[in-house]
Structure formats: C-alpha cells, structure tokens
Nanobody, 122 residues
Framework: QVQLVESGGGLVQAGGSLRLSCAAS????????MAWFRQVPGTEREFVAY????????DYLDSVNGRFTISRDNAKNAVYLQMNNLKPEDTAVYYC???????????????WGQGTQVTVSS
C-alpha cells in the first residue's frame, strides 16, 4: 500500500506561483513513476505532468509546458509541481498519483492522494 498526501495549494492571483508537494509513504518510492493530474468539478480528471522513477523522463500537458515543472526527491519520498505564471484556467483540484497501469497520461493509476485546491483569480 502507498499513501499520498498533497499540500501547497491555495489562492493566488494570475501570474503568480505555487509549489505543490506530494509526500509518499513506503519504501518503494524510488522505483515508482509519479504523475500530477487536476480536476474541475463536473469534468474529467486531466493529466498535467509525469516523471519517471529516475527523473530522466518528464512530460507535460501542452497548456502547462514551459510554466510548470515536475521534480522529485527520492531521499524525501516526495514529488513536486512548481507552477509559475498561473492562469485562471489552471484553477482545479490537483492530485498526485502512482502505480501506473498503462499510458501515463491516462487516469489508470493504483494510488491517488486526496487532492489540493488551487484557485487562480483574474
């Protein structure tokens, strides 16, 4: 079993920055691919960013590429999402996930955190 706990969300003005953190339990973190998703109520959960277990492969949703950066610290069992130049359309609940079962852009993951709210005001 893996438990994921997100933090770092909040209210920010457009153009501002936030850094989300996801703390993972267990001793297998360094061998786990990690991802961030987001969801607006009434819509499907959307892929945001992915990082391979060793950090060598990273991928992003086109609309956040160049503004968001995913990173990880295997010594701290943590993955991060640095979000810069935030826009109102980035408003959503952000989730971290692991235990990928297929395409990393799909929502087919075994483990999810509880989510952290990000609200960007215009």
């Amino acid at each position: 079993q893996v438990q994921l706990v997100e933090s770092g969300g909040g209210l920010v003005q457009a153009g501002g920055s936030l850094r989300l953190s996801c703390a993972a339990s267990g001793r297998t973190f360094s061998s786990r691919d990690m991802a961030w998703f987001r969801q607006v109520p009434g819509t499907e959960r959307e892929f945001v960013a992915y990082i391979q277990y060793n950090g060598l492969v990273r991928d992003y949703l086109d609309s956040v590429n160049g503004r968001f950066t995913i990173s990880r610290d295997n010594a701290k069992n943590a993955v991060y999402l640095q979000m810069n130049n935030l826009k109102p359309e980035d408003t959503a609940v952000y989730y971290c996930a692991t235990g990928r079962l297929g395409d990393y852009r799909s929502t087919n993951y075994d483990y999810w955190g509880q989510g952290t709210q990000v609200t960007v005001s215009s």
